[in-house]
């Protein structure tokens, strides 16, 4: 007679051998590789139940994901690439309706990312100033994002002239571009004027692994590029290049989760390696009106 184990940890297969063939248990869903391995060692010797220990008749299911002894977000690691392969999902599909494309993108590419891994993303609220998700993006999809925000800056339209009533300079918002190393994320924009056609480039310092900034970032006091374009659009090129990574970082982490009031989250600390760009998200903290 097989014993019937229980443990907090797994599930008990002694309560449910009696309606179930042993071989059928090789169809349980949501098994660890180890145990996936031991399960089949069972099933393999099930032609004498004698030599079964009860021990090895309790499966580990994945832990649902929880939250630490502070109150931070435990999730699952979300690989770059899945995040992006989620993205071309949504870009394909038919134009969002709204006023904020860069919104409806992150929310249906979030909806997305939690039917999938349920385990990345926090299914309940987080507690106030507590860490939530956190949310990676490769270059190609940062890229895509970055495009989505700079048209929205640019008062929707993929390219505006910008006129300071001497100089023209013609600003292609919806061509923008990222790239990526350990620790920077530099932004390029495509720029016209007077027959010139060039590329201004604004690198930001900012977070990595090794050395974490939070939501600090530093950057030249000119783009790199054509000198007089850098000398009479410098500052307002680098507000767009900006304007465009916070707001990126501000959607993500939005779509990503909500506080126990109900309000989205919102980014605490940008984290830039090679490739791909970490965004860490939190819920707010509250503010009495009388300041305490």
């Not at 008990?12 to 391995?37: I, K, M, N």
């Amino acid at each position: 007679m097989v014993r019937r184990p229980t443990s907090r940890r797994g599930l008990d297969l002694g309560s449910v051998l009696s309606g179930t063939r042993l071989r059928d248990l090789g169809g349980l869903s949501g098994v660890s590789a180890r145990d996936r391995e031991r399960l089949e060692r069972i099933i393999k010797d099930a032609g004498d139940l004698s030599g079964i220990r009860a021990e090895d008749l309790v499966i580990s299911r994945d832990k649902p994901p929880v939250f630490d002894d502070l109150g931070d977000f435990i999730g699952n690691i979300v690989k770059p690439r899945e995040v992006t392969d989620l993205l071309e999902e949504v870009v394909r599909q038919p134009v969002l309706s709204g006023k904020d494309p860069l919104h409806g993108v992150t929310t249906s590419l979030m909806a997305r990312l939690r039917k999938k891994r349920p385990e990345a993303l926090p299914q309940v609220p987080v507690a106030t100033g507590k860490k939530g998700a956190e949310v990676p993006v490769s270059t190609k999809g940062l890229t895509q994002l970055l495009r989505l925000a700079a048209v929205r800056i640019c008062a929707g339209e993929p390219s505006v002239i910008w006129d300071d009533g001497i100089n023209q300079l013609i600003v292609h918002g919806s061509k923008i571009s990222a790239t990526v190393t350990d620790g920077m994320v530099r932004i390029d924009i495509k720029v016209e004027a007077d027959g010139l056609s060039t590329t201004m480039q604004i690198p930001f310092a900012l977070g990595s692994e090794e050395r974490l900034s939070g939501l600090v970032m530093a950057t030249t006091d000119r783009p790199a590029g054509n000198a007089l374009v850098a000398q009479v659009w410098g500052d307002a090129l680098i507000a767009l290049a900006h304007g465009a990574l916070v707001a990126v970082s501000e959607s993500l982490a939005g779509a990503s989760g909500r506080d126990v009031i109900n309000k989205r989250l919102v980014p605490r600390a940008l984290r830039a390696k090679r490739g791909s760009l970490v965004v860490e998200s939190q819920a707010r903290f509250l503010f009495k009106e009388d300041g305490r």
